[in-house]
C-alpha cells in the first residue's frame, strides 16, 4: 500500500505527483489506526517503498525509448512527458523517505 511519511508540506515535496499519483496520501498512522479500527490485528508490516518505487523508475528510464513508442501510439505525447517526469519525481521523494509503499500482514480479530 502506498503512503507518506509526513502531511506536513506534503504538496510540496510531492510536485507534480500531488496531482499524478493515484492512491490516496494517508500515513503510516492512519494506516495501523484504520485497520484497528476495522477489526484487524496487525502481525507484520514492512516499509518496501525502495524495492518498488526505484526500481518501477530505473526500469522506465532505461527502456524509455521503447516504453515512449508504445505509450505514443494510443497516447498524446504529453502523456509520456507527464509519465516519465512523475516517475523521476516519486524516485526522488522515495529516495528522500517522504513516500514509501507498506507490505501488511494482518488477521481478524
Known amino acids: 500500500m502506498p503512503v ?3 502531511k506536513k508540506t506534503l504538496m510540496i515535496k510531492l510536485g507534480i505527483l500531488s496531482i499524478t499519483w ?22 507484520e508490516m514492512k516499509k518496501i517503498g ?3 518505487y526505484q526500481p518501477l523508475a530505473d526500469y522506465y528510464i532505461e527502456n524509455r525509448d521503447s516504453l515512449k513508442n508504445k505509450i505514443l501510439s494510443k497516447y498524446p505525447s504529453y502523456v509520456e512527458k507527464i509519465l516519465f517526469k512523475s516517475l523521476v519525481k516519486m524516485k526522488q521523494v522515495s529516495k528522500t523517505n517522504v513516500i514509501d ?6 488477521s481478524k480479530k
Do not use: P, R, W
Not at 32 to 40: T, V
Not at 101 to 106: D, H, N, R, T
Open 4 to 6: 507518506v511519511n509526513e
Open 22 to 43: 493515484s492512491s490516496q496520501h494517508y500515513t503510516v498512522d492512519h494506516i495501523e489506526s484504520s485497520l484497528a479500527n476495522s477489526g484487524f490485528n496487525l502481525l
Open 50 to 52: 525502495s524495492m518498488v
Open 101 to 106: 509503499y507498506l507490505l501488511i500482514k494482518c
